[in-house]
């Protein structure tokens, strides 16, 4: 997830939704690790530079993202913190 994140979100606001975020997110089923972070390099043409923060969630299979999405707990955290966000991009990848 690539989140844009609105002007005057301090520093405690970020801290807070990571605690929280990770709290819940990891207690969904089928999610194996819960990530979160600032943007680490932009200085290379490759690297996408239109974001602010990232949250990595490694999901047991495919199918998790079934249960993941409409999940209470997901859906608690985009309440609580989607007023923060001006803008999420979302990446789905097979990894190994």
């Known amino acids: 997830v690539l989140i844009n994140l609105k002007d005057g979100v301090t520093p405690n606001q970020l801290e807070e939704m990571v605690t929280v975020g990770k ?3 990891s207690k969904i089923p ?3 690790e819960v990530s ?3 943007k680490a390099r932009e200085d290379r ?3 996408i530079k239109d974001y602010d923060y990232a949250i990595y969630v490694k999901w047991e299979n495919n199918e998790t993202g079934n249960v993941y999405g409409p999940h209470i707990l997901h859906q608690t955290l985009l309440k609580l913190y989607g007023p923060m966000f001006t803008r999420l991009r979302i990446i ?3 990894g190994n």
Do not use: E
């Open 92 to 94: 789905d990848f097979f």
């Open 23 to 25: 709290a819940l997110l």
């Open 30 to 32: 089928g999610v194996l």
């Open 36 to 38: 979160f972070g600032k």
């Open 45 to 47: 043409p490759v690297h």
